[in-house]
């Protein structure tokens, strides 16, 4: 009731006295039943009155909610005839609400019921290493083996099969992750129990061209299966699937794969035996069976996740520890799920004996694995705190293997009204410690994880989300129905309404809903099949993603949605155009506006929004002028430079609640329009004084465009940026600049760079809270950059993009490095002397990803070479093993030549003293040379520098050069 409160207390600022007076009382009425409603939602097992006294208590908060949103909406009580019914109205809610009261006390509803008084609603201890995998090492070892028998050079299907929560999605991440690296193509994807085949096809397609605008958009589910095809011929590819439910799905699946003799793979998982030999061909020797954990390895999960080791568990809780350990029969879900309650407890030991012995008694009637499991959740479900129970509920508001984004939940959970923020902490800070929460407590799971341990997005166990659906269907929480299922059977109470209808082509349009008191709507299916909106009057969160069904439609006409004046968060996905209306100045609540789909154009009036606080929009979008009129903004993506005026750029500086901005180019008029978009980019910027991110990346599919300007180079970022992310290839700064060395900070940096100096190196090292740093850099410097004795001590990611491999790392440099990612080419004649000296140092590296590309004319064997050299380097590090290191080809990295001074170290065979360049390398050189020579550069010392070194007869190799 917490949204109603605050809702009357800025109401009273509103009123006449009359009304004033009436709603004081009302208020005080509502936080009396508030406060019971609280007490009793912590009740472990409330009775059957209880639990309709709470039901009656959430509907009289919903009619008063209603009633006050009109007052608020309209606003005047000026007129006598309005201000009577209103008076009326607001005696007549309370003579609701004392009833309510009466009642409560009447059937004394606290008496008699288990109360959970170990509730905590803090933030949880999360586990000491989440990564950590125990009992699946022999199956990931047997796993490896069936994926990697060199001899079998035909497409090979690998099934993975066990009951639910016993790893097997676990185990395929694992492998997917470490194997994937060594294919040219890799997807992991999830079916579901009604598989939604444009969702699915989509979802590989994104993966395998993640970098163009088709991979966005779904068009007709041909078309995506062409596309997939088109990218995997001849490739060597690496998919996942799981969860498999039948064998008609993977009939459905298994066509779109081409054959190919190029060791390509694919793994599947799936609970059912017989859909697992369907997959792998009924080749039984191609099924790996996950069976429950043993003792030891379930009391590992378990330790490691509450306490980091069972050395760390108290004695006293030992006993009890193993004796729940015993109940959860080896699951890793169910493991997950008792020690996510349990570690959020570690002070009250009562509660861990309470636990058990609840266990025993559920249990003593469950023998199967799955009824454990089940009834394992129920419990861990009903200890959840309430303000959490409410922000799992409104998972059932998305379709099974939805995969959905941690920014898009919290801005949902806010707009509903969930989150409550306090004087330390704003709502959006709240809901990431609920979100984390439910990580931590394994009620939902990450999907997508940054360089930054940073979980951005997640799925929900379909165990879980059967827990999920029923309990929100029985507490008239949310109403979800898929095509199969009519309207007829829906609660009239429910307040939040969801349609799972996929790409089914035979669902048709539901009839007429007279449910008005939905707040929230979700709707996934075709166009054809969309309910009416604007039936809707009270709606506050609308979530539309459709398809069109190509039978002519182009676009669909939203334009009435702006009599929703509710709405507060509105999304929209389609690949269809999407006509908005042409005002919306009425949707005075309106907090998110997120339209992924193209936009015939944007309201002229969302500047006036008084509310909106994220703003996203598809790339190529021209947003009006004067957007820093919108001082409510916190997100602002993504602002395209290329279809922006320059004046727009400028009004940026005026939004001095914003965040996070997200800029792209996807077109550019001109190079002129892109380079004066800049600099007023990097003269507005600093005026930002809340930014927390900021990032400027290349559209999907959009032509590269490079701006090296000098001009950036001067901008002054606000000092409290976390993340600044300035990718190539549009802008690449000359040098590093000399601002970013005062950004004390900054936790994320992506930028690129012609040259790079020892100082940059220095520049960067005094950032403190630096954990993951991308260089990329075009000019080979001609020292080898050493990264000595306590540099970096937090940086966790390292991606080092250059022509020429030239890092050296001395003992203790790096101490908390996890992951090396680099980037380099083979040059014709290159050796591979002295190939990352130092590498060994690194000692909590866990591995290296090489992407190495190839220069005109280098043969294969020389790339196979430089390979062979990069793999013997890396075997010096003390944690080296087969998935240690991932070599990914490419064709190219981006590179220029640069001049060479006298005394510099230069890499390859010039390095070694008193032995002569080849002729590839003095061809090199002088081609390098040459190049820049009309630029500037001094190329008289390179020419010297050769003559000393080798014989003039020499020059005659080099190859004519254009200039």
Same mark, same amino acid.
Request: proline share 4%.
């Given at each position: 009731?917490?949204?109603?409160?605050?809702?009357?207390?800025?109401?009273?600022?509103?009123?006449?006295?009359?009304?004033?007076?009436?709603?004081?009382?009302?208020?005080?009425?509502?936080?009396?039943?508030?406060?019971?409603?609280?007490?009793?939602?912590? $009740?472990? +097992?409330?009775?059957?009155? @209880?639990?309709?006294?709470?039901?009656?208590? %959430?509907?009289?908060?919903?009619?008063?909610?209603?009633?006050?949103? =009109?007052?608020?909406? +309209? %606003?005047?009580?000026?007129?006598?005839?309005?201000?009577?019914?209103?008076?009326?109205?607001?005696?007549?809610?309370?003579?609701?609400?004392?009833?309510?009261?009466?009642?409560?006390?009447?059937?004394?509803?606290?008496?008699?019921?288990?109360?959970?008084?170990?509730?905590?609603?803090?933030?949880?201890?999360?586990?000491?290493?989440?990564?950590?995998?125990? /009992?699946?090492?022999?199956?990931?070892?047997?796993?490896?083996?069936?994926?990697?028998?060199?001899?079998?050079?035909?497409?090979?299907?690998?099934?993975?099969?066990?009951?639910?929560?016993?790893?097997?999605? *676990?185990?395929?991440?694992?492998?997917?992750?470490?194997?994937?690296?060594?294919?040219?193509?890799?997807?992991?994807?999830?079916?579901? %129990?009604?598989?939604?085949?444009?969702?699915? #096809?989509?979802?590989?397609?994104?993966?395998?061209?993640?970098?163009?605008?088709?991979?966005?958009?779904?068009?007709?589910?041909?078309?995506?299966?062409?596309?997939?095809?088109?990218?995997?011929?001849?490739?060597?590819?690496?998919?996942?699937?799981?969860?498999?439910?039948?064998?008609?799905?993977? =009939?459905?699946?298994?066509?779109?794969?081409?054959?190919?003799?190029?060791?390509?793979?694919?793994?599947?998982?799936?609970?059912?035996?017989?859909?697992?030999?369907?997959?792998?061909?009924?080749?039984?020797?191609?099924?790996?069976?996950?069976?429950?954990?043993?003792?030891? =390895?379930?009391?590992?999960?378990?330790?490691?996740?509450?306490?980091?080791?069972?050395?760390?568990?108290?004695?006293?809780?030992?006993?009890?520890?193993?004796?729940?350990?015993?109940?959860?029969?080896?699951?890793?879900?169910?493991?997950?799920?008792?020690?996510?309650?349990?570690?959020?407890?570690?002070?009250?030991?009562?509660?861990?004996?309470?636990?058990?012995?609840?266990?025993?008694?559920?249990?003593?009637?469950?023998? +199967?694995?799955?009824?454990?499991?089940?009834?394992?959740?129920?419990?861990?479900?009903?200890?959840?705190?309430?303000?959490?129970? *409410?922000?799992?509920?409104?998972?059932?508001?998305?379709?099974? /293997?939805?995969?959905?984004?941690?920014?898009?939940?919290?801005?949902?959970?806010?707009?509903? /009204?969930?989150?409550?923020?306090?004087?330390?902490?704003?709502?959006?800070?709240?809901?990431?410690?609920?979100?984390?929460?439910?990580?931590?407590?394994?009620?939902?799971?990450?999907?997508?994880?940054?360089?930054?341990?940073?979980?951005?997005?997640?799925?929900?166990?379909?165990?879980? $989300?059967?827990?999920?659906?029923?309990?929100?269907?029985?507490?008239?929480?949310?109403?979800?129905? =898929?095509?199969?299922?009519?309207?007829?059977?829906?609660?009239?109470?429910?307040?939040?309404?969801?349609?799972?209808?996929?790409? @089914?082509?035979?669902?048709?349009?539901?009839?007429?809903?007279?449910?008005?008191?939905?707040?929230?709507?979700?709707?996934?299916?075709?166009?054809?099949?969309?309910?009416?909106?604007?039936?809707?009057?009270? !709606?506050?969160?609308?979530?539309?993603?459709?398809?069109?069904?190509?039978?002519?439609?182009?676009?669909?006409?939203?334009?009435?949605?702006?009599?929703?004046?509710?709405?507060?968060?509105?999304?929209?996905?389609?690949?269809?155009?999407?006509?908005?209306?042409?005002?919306?100045?009425?949707?005075?609540?309106?907090?998110?506006?997120?339209?992924?789909?193209?936009?015939?154009?944007?309201?002229?009036?969302?500047?006036?929004?008084?509310?909106?606080?994220?703003?996203?929009?598809?790339?190529?979008?021209?947003?009006?002028? %004067?957007?820093?009129?919108?001082?409510?903004?916190?997100?602002?993506?993504?602002?395209?430079?290329?279809?922006?005026?320059?004046?727009?750029?400028?009004?940026?500086?005026?939004?001095?609640?914003?965040?996070?901005?997200?800029?792209?180019?996807?077109?550019?008029? &001109?190079?002129?329009?892109?380079?004066?978009?800049?600099?007023?980019?990097? &003269?507005?910027?600093?005026?930002?004084?809340?930014?927390?991110?900021?990032? #400027?990346?290349?559209?999907?599919?959009?032509?590269?465009?490079?701006?090296?300007?000098?001009?950036?180079?001067?901008?002054?970022?606000?000092?409290?940026?976390?993340?600044?992310?300035?990718?190539?290839?549009?802008?690449?700064?000359?040098?590093?600049?000399?601002?970013?060395?005062?950004?004390?900070?900054?936790?994320?940096?992506?930028?690129?760079?012609?040259? !790079?100096?020892?100082?940059?190196?220095?520049?960067?090292?005094?950032?403190?809270?630096?954990?993951?740093?991308? !260089?990329?850099?075009?000019?080979?410097?001609?020292?080898?950059?050493?990264?000595?004795?306590?540099?970096?001590?937090?940086?966790?990611?390292?991606?080092?993009?250059?022509?020429?491999?030239?890092?050296?790392?001395?003992?203790?440099?790096?101490?908390?490095?996890?992951? !090396?990612?680099?980037?380099?080419?083979?040059?014709?004649?290159?050796?591979?002397?002295?190939?990352?000296?130092?590498?060994?140092?690194?000692?909590? $590296?866990?591995?290296?990803?090489?992407?190495? /590309?190839?220069? *005109?004319?280098?043969?294969?064997?020389?790339?196979?070479?430089?390979?062979?050299?990069?793999?013997?380097?890396?075997?010096?590090?003390?944690?080296?093993?087969?998935?240690?290191?991932?070599?990914?080809?490419?064709?190219?990295?981006?590179?220029?030549?640069?001049?060479?001074?006298?005394?510099?170290?230069?890499?390859?065979?010039?390095?070694?003293?008193? &032995?002569?360049?080849?002729?590839?390398?003095?061809?090199?050189? #002088?081609?390098?040379?040459?190049?820049?020579?009309?630029?500037?550069?001094?190329?008289?010392?390179?020419?010297?520098?050769?003559?000393?070194? *080798?014989?003039? +007869?020499?020059?005659?190799?080099?190859?004519?050069? &254009?200039?």
């Amino acid at each position: 009731m917490g949204p109603v409160l605050r809702k009357l207390d800025l109401l009273l600022y509103h009123l006449r006295k009359a009304l004033r007076d009436g709603i004081e009382l009302l208020k005080e009425d509502l936080q009396e039943i508030s406060s019971a409603l609280v007490e009793l939602s912590t $009740l472990e +097992t409330p009775t059957l009155r @209880a639990k309709c006294w709470m039901a009656e208590a %959430r509907e009289l908060s919903y009619l008063i909610e209603d009633f006050v949103d =009109d007052m608020m909406w +309209t %606003r005047s009580d000026a007129d006598s005839k309005r201000r009577g019914t209103r008076i009326a109205r607001i005696t007549q809610l309370r003579d609701l609400v004392r009833q309510a009261s009466e009642r409560h006390e009447r059937y004394q509803l606290d008496a008699g019921c288990t109360s959970s008084r170990y509730l905590n609603t803090g933030h949880m201890r999360a586990p000491t290493d989440a990564a950590n995998l125990f /009992g699946i090492e022999n199956s990931r070892i047997k796993l490896i083996e069936m994926l990697t028998v060199e001899e079998e050079q035909q497409l090979k299907v690998v099934s993975i099969v066990g009951p639910a929560g016993v790893g097997k999605t *676990t185990l395929a991440k694992k492998i997917f992750y470490e194997l994937g690296g060594q294919f040219e193509l890799r997807a992991f994807v999830s079916a579901s %129990r009604k598989l939604d085949m444009r969702r699915f #096809l989509g979802s590989i397609l994104s993966q395998l061209w993640p970098h163009h605008q088709l991979a966005s958009d779904a068009g007709p589910v041909q078309n995506l299966i062409d596309n997939i095809q088109e990218q995997l011929q001849d490739k060597r590819y690496f998919i996942v699937i799981d969860n498999i439910w039948e064998k008609t799905a993977w =009939d459905i699946v298994s066509g779109i794969f081409p054959m190919g003799n190029n060791c390509s793979r694919i793994i599947g998982t799936s609970e059912n035996m017989n859909v697992a030999l369907e997959c792998c061909g009924h080749l039984s020797n191609n099924i790996l069976k996950m069976k429950p954990l043993g003792i030891q =390895d379930s009391a590992n999960l378990f330790f490691g996740r509450v306490f980091g080791s069972e050395q760390q568990c108290p004695d006293e809780l030992k006993e009890v520890s193993y004796a729940v350990i015993r109940k959860c029969g080896g699951l890793p879900l169910a493991l997950i799920n008792i020690a996510g309650l349990l570690a959020s407890h570690l002070e009250h030991s009562g509660l861990w004996y309470h636990v058990h012995a609840r266990l025993c008694s559920i249990l003593d009637t469950s023998h +199967t694995i799955q009824e454990i499991q089940k009834e394992i959740l129920i419990l861990s479900y009903n200890s959840l705190p309430h303000c959490l129970k *409410t922000c799992l509920l409104y998972f059932s508001m998305y379709p099974e /293997g939805y995969m959905i984004r941690k920014a898009h939940l919290a801005r949902q959970w806010i707009a509903e /009204g969930f989150i409550d923020a306090t004087e330390a902490k704003d709502a959006e800070e709240i809901a990431d410690i609920y979100f984390e929460e439910l990580i931590n407590r394994g009620m939902i799971e990450p999907a997508q994880i940054d360089c930054n341990d940073e979980v951005l997005s997640c799925t929900v166990h379909h165990v879980v $989300l059967d827990l999920i659906t029923q309990s929100s269907k029985k507490e008239e929480f949310i109403s979800a129905i =898929d095509c199969s299922q009519t309207i007829t059977g829906l609660s009239t109470k429910a307040h939040r309404l969801s349609f799972h209808f996929s790409s @089914a082509k035979y669902a048709k349009r539901p009839a007429r809903i007279t449910m008005l008191q939905i707040r929230s709507l979700g709707f996934f299916g075709l166009i054809k099949c969309m309910p009416s909106i604007v039936d809707f009057k009270h !709606l506050r969160v609308l979530i539309l993603e459709f398809w069109g069904d190509h039978d002519g439609q182009t676009r669909l006409n939203l334009s009435r949605i702006c009599t929703l004046h509710l709405l507060r968060y509105l999304k929209i996905s389609s690949d269809i155009m999407v006509e908005l209306p042409a005002q919306m100045s009425g949707q005075q609540y309106l907090e998110t506006l997120d339209i992924d789909a193209r936009i015939c154009a944007v309201p002229l009036d969302i500047i006036h929004l008084p509310s909106l606080m994220h703003l996203s929009l598809r790339c190529a979008t021209e947003l009006p002028d %004067r957007i820093g009129c919108i001082r409510s903004l916190s997100t602002l993506q993504y602002f395209d430079l290329g279809h922006n005026s320059e004046n727009n750029v400028w009004s940026i500086g005026k939004l001095e609640n914003l965040r996070h901005l997200h800029l792209t180019c996807s077109t550019v008029p &001109s190079d002129e329009h892109l380079k004066r978009n800049l600099v007023a980019l990097a &003269s507005t910027v600093g005026n930002l004084a809340n930014l927390k991110s900021l990032t #400027l990346a290349l559209a999907p599919g959009a032509l590269a465009t490079t701006i090296s300007i000098d001009g950036m180079s001067a901008m002054s970022s606000p000092a409290c940026i976390q993340k600044l992310e300035l990718l190539p290839p549009i802008v690449i700064f000359y040098s590093l600049p000399k601002w970013i060395g005062l950004l004390h900070k900054l936790c994320v940096l992506k930028i690129a760079v012609a040259n !790079l100096q020892r100082n940059d190196i220095c520049s960067l090292t005094g950032l403190p809270e630096l954990t993951v740093l991308s !260089l990329h850099v075009r000019i080979a410097p001609v020292r080898r950059i050493v990264l000595s004795c306590g540099e970096f001590p937090v940086l966790k990611y390292f991606e080092f993009m250059c022509g020429v491999l030239c890092l050296a790392f001395e003992p203790e440099a790096l101490p908390n490095l996890r992951r !090396l990612q680099l980037g380099f080419n083979v040059h014709r004649g290159e050796r591979h002397a002295h190939f990352l000296p130092g590498i060994e140092h690194l000692l909590n $590296l866990k591995d290296v990803v090489a992407r190495i /590309g190839a220069a *005109t004319g280098v043969q294969e064997k020389e790339k196979g070479a430089m390979e062979h050299a990069l793999n013997l380097a890396i075997r010096k590090h003390p944690r080296f093993n087969n998935n240690f290191l991932k070599i990914e080809s490419v064709d190219w990295v981006e590179e220029e030549y640069g001049p060479l001074e006298r005394g510099h170290d230069i890499p390859g065979d010039l390095n070694q003293v008193g &032995s002569p360049p080849s002729k590839h390398k003095v061809s090199n050189i #002088l081609r390098r040379g040459l190049q820049h020579a009309m630029h500037g550069y001094e190329f008289c010392i390179v020419v010297c520098f050769i003559i000393t070194q *080798t014989h003039l +007869t020499n020059l005659r190799f080099m190859a004519p050069i &254009s200039i």
